[in-house]
DNA sequence: TTGATCGGCGTACGGGTGTACGTCATTATT
DNA sequence: AATAATGACGTACACCCGTACGCCGATCAA
């Protein structure tokens, strides 16, 4: 399907944010920006032009601002991210890079807790297949 | 400490390929490089080159072939890669990436039962603090 | 009404990145 | 000996990326 080009790292930060809102003008991305980053209101419009022209968002015209959303689903760029960051770090394997992110992160007790009951629940859904 | 230049993608990749190999030839990175991507000798060259420049290897001569080795430990590259991510995609939390992977990459059964060992562990030692 | 603000849009620009060619010297092959 | 392969090194070049300025028209505040 589509073959968009990729993302960079900004500009996958700023799609985060329109999928956030699921809805976004330039103003509101600006706002929800990391403040201590002080990008300027340009440069996100710039990355939003970006993206729409890259085709992973929409835009249309509301009286005279115009409102970003989402044209592919978030789910689908972020495997495609993780997939690609798998395959060029740890060639291909997900669970190192699993390892990596529990013991070398904060990892709350509770998420562990959350961690395994995610797991056990995927087992039990394997059992029945 | 070290404030690198970061890595991009193609970097990363190079550099993953002489961590494993501990030290390596140019020809050596370009064999163990996935062949389908039919990248030339002389690609991986400059992906080699800026690694040093970069500060991420080093090199030496030895007869007239050059030997690259590590000068960064790959666990912080690898680190510094991840919190970058983590940060851009998921605001800072690890743990949906984490349920990202567990859910929709391939994670066998053996590697679930492993991550279950772990995350014991890892809970037994927090008692333990 | 007139100045300030907002927002779109076009444009820019230096540095990074992917990809590689060409040159020159040193081996290896025939 | 002539030729091919190897490898370092310098150079190139187009596109991407981060960052933004400036102009213009619409709208808001005084």
Redesign the pocket.
């Known amino acids: 399907m589509g073959e968009r080009?990729?993302?960079?790292?900004?500009?996958?930060?700023?799609a985060r944010i329109v999928w956030d809102l699921k809805s976004a003008?330039?103003?509101q991305v600006?706002e929800r920006f990391p403040a201590e980053?002080?990008?300027?209101?340009?440069?996100?419009?710039?990355?939003?032009?970006?993206l729409e022209t890259?085709g992973y968002l929409k835009?249309r015209?509301e009286?005279?601002?115009?409102?970003y959303s989402p044209r592919v689903q978030p789910r689908t760029v972020i495997r495609e991210t993780i997939n690609d960051l798998v395959d060029r770090l740890f060639g291909g394997e997900a669970l190192p890079l699993v390892r990596h992110l529990i013991e070398d992160r904060g990892i709350s007790a509770e998420d562990l807790t959350t961690l395994k009951e995610l797991i056990d629940r995927l087992e039990g859904e394997r059992r029945n297949d």
């Open positions: 080009p990729g993302l960079s790292k900004g500009e996958l930060e700023v003008t330039v103003r600006h980053r002080g990008v300027d209101f340009a440069t996100v419009q710039t990355y939003l032009r970006r890259k835009g015209m009286g005279r601002t115009r409102i």
